[in-house]
Structure formats: structure tokens, C-alpha cells
């Protein structure tokens, strides 16, 4: 039952952030898009290194293998999938016009709703490889440490859901379906989640690779898309200090929970 609700939490976050249409008289304040986007990007940064990197390293030396290889080879075949999925699904990122991915005709807010989506699927795979490993009892993950991570993407996912329900709002979608869109996003984690672990508990030892594969994939999202939106435009010193109370918070989370 732990393990149920620590794959739920992450979607509650989303949840709850994309409720915040219901309260919106207009469009996003733009210092509070900016504070937000940086918020998630501190999160997730710091999840990829304490809640992942150093748990494959940990992990690998273990294992008596050359701690930085599986950490180095998980890391960039992250960040290839990711690179591979951003250029295959049509998508529409936060304040761009141009689509990217493959061609297709799909509405704006369609668009828009696939690439929080595309982001998402990285948050999964890195709450259900680390309930993996704890589950697995002889990675030095802890159940407390799964729920820390669990908490810190239900934290960045609040401002994430917040993000793409308002601005499909300000596009014309009435609130309840924005709400709608903006839950739908977040659905895919609780699915990676389940996926991975599914893989992670027939193979043990490829933990390491798929830790600091999440962590790749995550940290392509920042880089990509969440950090180039929140420095776009004025304001951009908000988003550096949302980036560095994300990344404490995390931080803090990680330490005092792992």
C-alpha cells in the first residue's frame, strides 16, 4: 500500500496545480510563470543527482563494477530517448508558436498538453526505478528515500500542472477541461512508474543504468525545455532564485528522508 500511494503522490501534485485554473481571473502573472518554471527546474535537478546519480554510483560499486561507467552510459542513453521522443511526438512548448517533433495536425492545446506530457514520462521512470530499488533491499535505497523523491516530483509538479492548465485557459479551453488536460499530462507518470519497476524487479542489476537513465532524461528536460522558458523574455533573475529554492528544497528532502 506504501508503495501505491508513493506512485500516487507525484499525480496529486499535478493535480492539485492544475486546480489553480478554478482561482485564475486571467492570464499567468509573468513572475509567477518564471519563479515556478525555475522552482521545477531546481527540482529536478536535484533529484537527478541526489536521488539518482549517486544512488547508480553507490549502487555500482557494490556490484564491484567501475562506479562511473554505468552512471555515464545511463546518463547519455537518457538523454538520447528523450532526444528521440522530443523529435518524433508533435508537440507545442510553454510561449512558442513553432510545433516540434513530426508533423501532424493537431490543435494548439493538444500540442501543448503532449509536451508536458513528453517531460513527465522521465518523473515517472525516476519515482518507479527508485521504488525498485528499494523495493530490491540490496541497492542502499531506502523506502523513506523512494518517498522523499516521490514527494519532491509532487512538489515540482505543482507548479508544472498550474502551468499548462493556465495558459490552455488563456487559449480559449474552458477550466474544467483544462483542469481535465492538465491531470491527463500527469497520468503518464503513475504508468512509467508502474513500468519500470516492472522491468527493474526481473533485472537487479542494471538498477544502476536505469537510475542514472532517469536522471539523464530529466535533466534533458530541463535544459530543453524548462530553463530556455523560464530565462526567455524579463524577469529571468525571478526564475534563478525559483531554481535555487527547488533545488534546496530537494536537496533537503532527499538528505533528510535517504
Do not use: R
Not at 509573468?30 to 549517486?54: D, H, Q, T
Not at 501532424?104 to 525516476?126: C, F, R, S, Y
Amino acid at each position: 500500500m506504501e508503495i501505491v500511494w508513493g506512485l500516487l503522490i507525484p499525480l496529486l501534485g499535478t493535480t492539485i496545480g492544475s486546480s489553480m485554473v478554478f482561482f485564475m481571473k486571467n492570464k499567468m502573472n509573468n513572475k509567477v510563470e518564471k519563479l515556478l518554471l525555475g522552482f521545477a527546474s531546481g527540482v529536478m535537478i536535484a533529484a537527478s543527482i541526489w536521488s539518482l546519480i549517486i544512488p547508480s554510483i553507490d549502487m555500482a560499486k557494490e556490484q564491484n563494477v567501475i562506479s562511473w561507467i554505468p552512471a555515464t552510459v545511463g546518463f547519455l542513453l537518457g538523454i538520447l530517448f528523450l532526444l528521440i521522443l522530443d523529435s518524433v511526438i508533435p508537440h507545442l512548448h510553454l510561449n512558442s508558436n513553432k510545433p516540434e517533433g513530426v508533423k501532424a495536425k493537431l490543435q494548439k492545446t493538444t500540442m501543448m498538453v503532449l509536451a508536458v506530457t513528453l517531460h513527465n514520462i522521465p518523473e515517472g521512470m525516476a519515482v518507479g526505478v527508485v521504488f525498485a530499488g528499494a523495493m530490491s533491499g540490496n541497492s542502499g535505497i531506502t523506502m523513506a528515500g523512494a518517498i522523499a523523491l516521490a514527494i519532491g516530483i509532487a512538489i515540482q509538479n505543482f507548479p508544472e500542472g498550474a502551468i499548462i492548465s493556465m495558459p490552455l485557459k488563456s487559449e480559449g479551453t474552458s477550466k474544467s477541461k483544462a483542469f481535465l488536460y492538465g491531470i491527463l499530462s500527469g497520468i503518464v507518470e503513475p504508468i512509467g512508474a508502474i513500468i519500470t519497476i516492472a522491468l527493474t524487479s526481473l533485472v537487479v542489476p542494471i538498477l544502476p543504468y536505469l537510475l542514472s537513465f532517469a536522471a539523464g532524461a530529466m535533466i534533458y528536460v530541463v535544459v530543453e525545455e524548462l530553463i530556455p522558458s523560464a530565462q526567455t523574455g524579463e524577469h529571468s533573475n525571478i526564475s534563478t532564485i525559483g531554481l535555487a529554492i527547488g533545488f534546496v528544497i530537494m536537496m533537503i528532502l532527499d538528505v533528510a528522508l535517504g
